[in-house]
């Protein structure tokens, strides 16, 4: 197929004319490749694209400024392309949390060293294995579950069909509840003041899918209050993250800034994913990550 790719991503592009498509001027393109996830900066498409390629993942803020409609042109997100970084990032924050490395560096004294050891958590089993939740385990979860067998976790993954539903799961059981749920209207501040309450005060909670799947307020509460032992944190709500945020101050939350799956990661990925939905486009038949405008992804 004819591509456009309006800010070219060379390893991109490579991989998808090593298959046989060719990268062409806008005019005679079928496809355009979206490298900006900002609605406000996204052209109207002309009459020969035939369907658009997102080179992200979330597109909540896309289908709320109409620019993916359930009747418009078909849209393809990134699902599962970046469960590799993303996983890494999750692990890294699930460790980094448990272990107080934030606290400890905000400390800047080894006076802290023995208050911390009381606290601080272990995924590899000490007298029990720990148990994890995967909550939304798609392309990142099933990714994060791999990496999480040497640890011998006792692993839940949550999804919203089941068979551990987010309606009937019993959120005391965990010792880490990670998330990697998309923005959709069920998920919408679906981590609140109720559900951190109900879990362990020893759980660390850890978000790498959108951060407006949590109620900020209520988890900065969570954590101060001792609600929540500690939380790691790929994305938050709002983001950028102001200047000032209590985020920020508390020894407890450790962070990254939505940089787990950026541009100079994703060259990477996107080649393949384009591949597979112009392969199934040419056949005919349904595109694997054409994003359901109803559904939020």
């Not at 197929?1 to 079928?30: C, N, S």
């Not at 294995?129 to 839940?156: C, H, M, Y």
């Not at 954590?223 to 209590?246: C, F, I, N, S, W």
């Not at 985020?247 to 407890?252: D, G, I, S, V």
């Amino acid at each position: 197929m004819k591509f456009y790719m309006p800010r070219p991503w060379d390893e991109t592009i490579a991989d998808i004319e090593r298959v046989g498509h060719e990268h062409v001027g806008l005019e005679e393109a079928e496809v355009y490749i979206n490298t900006d996830p900002r609605p406000d900066r996204i052209p109207e498409m002309p009459a020969n694209i035939q369907w658009v390629q997102h080179c992200y993942t979330g597109v909540d803020q896309l289908i709320e400024a109409g620019v993916i409609t359930a009747d418009g042109l078909p849209w393809c997100n990134a699902a599962g392309a970046f469960a590799e970084p993303v996983a890494e990032a999750a692990l890294a924050l699930m460790l980094s949390a448990a272990h107080h490395h934030k606290a400890f560096a905000q400390a800047a004294t080894w006076d802290v060293a023995r208050e911390l050891d009381k606290t601080q958590a272990w995924l590899y089993a000490q007298g029990r294995p720990r148990e994890v939740a995967i909550v939304g385990a798609g392309g990142i979860g099933k990714r994060l579950a791999q990496l999480l067998r040497p640890f011998d976790v006792n692993l839940t993954e949550v999804t919203r069909t089941g068979p551990v539903t987010l309606k009937d799961v019993e959120w005391d059981r965990f010792d880490f509840v990670v998330s990697t749920l998309p923005l959709t209207s069920e998920t919408a501040g679906f981590f609140n003041v109720e559900l951190f309450a109900a879990m362990k005060d020893s759980a660390v909670f850890v978000n790498v899918g959108r951060g407006g799947t949590v109620v900020t307020d209520d988890l900065v509460a969570a954590l101060r209050d001792g609600q929540l032992a500690a939380a790691g944190l790929e994305v938050v709500d709002p983001e950028p993250l102001p200047d000032g945020h209590p985020l920020y101050a508390l020894p407890n939350c450790v962070m990254t800034p939505h940089m787990a799956a950026s541009k100079h990661v994703a060259t990477f990925h996107m080649g393949k994913i384009f591949n597979e939905n112009a392969a199934a486009w040419e056949a005919g038949e349904p595109m694997p990550t054409r994003v359901n405008a109803t559904a939020g992804y």
